[in-house]
């Protein structure tokens, strides 16, 4: 089974390492792994259902947040295993990017549309 490793975060602490883990032909693919910040094999395995792009630790290293998978909010997710509790609530557009402020009361987030169409250009009649 391919296991592959993506977008980290280094608790505040610096004794945690946050990051997304990929394995191949599991139920659930794509997961949340915890390793010591020394290092080794993952010391926990989320289950948590958020976007590949960003992870930002609160300031006590007790909860992640996330973008949800649809990229529309963000969340906060227990590491303990309690409810995720979401943090914004968005109907259109989807987060880009979020960064947390240094006190952790406030958060600053980037929101995009998802916009596309294709055109035809014809250098046949130039």
């Not at 599991?26 to 960003?54: C, F, H, T, Y």
């Not at 996330?66 to 609530?89: C, F, H, I, M």
């Not at 952790?104 to 035809?120: G, H, N, P």
């Amino acid at each position: 089974m391919q296991k592959l490793a993506s977008v980290t975060s280094v608790s505040p602490d610096g004794k945690l390492i946050a990051y997304y883990h990929h394995e191949a032909g599991a139920a659930n693919p794509w997961q949340i792994s915890l390793m010591s910040g020394e290092g080794g094999e993952p010391v926990k395995m989320l289950d948590i259902r958020a976007n590949r792009a960003l992870l930002r630790w609160t300031a006590d290293v007790k909860k992640l947040l996330a973008v949800s998978r649809t990229a529309s909010n963000l969340w906060e997710y227990q590491l303990d295993g309690g409810q995720p509790r979401q943090l914004t609530n968005f109907s259109s557009e989807r987060l880009s990017y979020f960064a947390v402020s240094p006190d952790y009361k406030q958060i600053a987030f980037s929101r995009r549309s998802d916009f596309s169409e294709a055109v035809l250009i014809d250098l046949a009649n130039q």
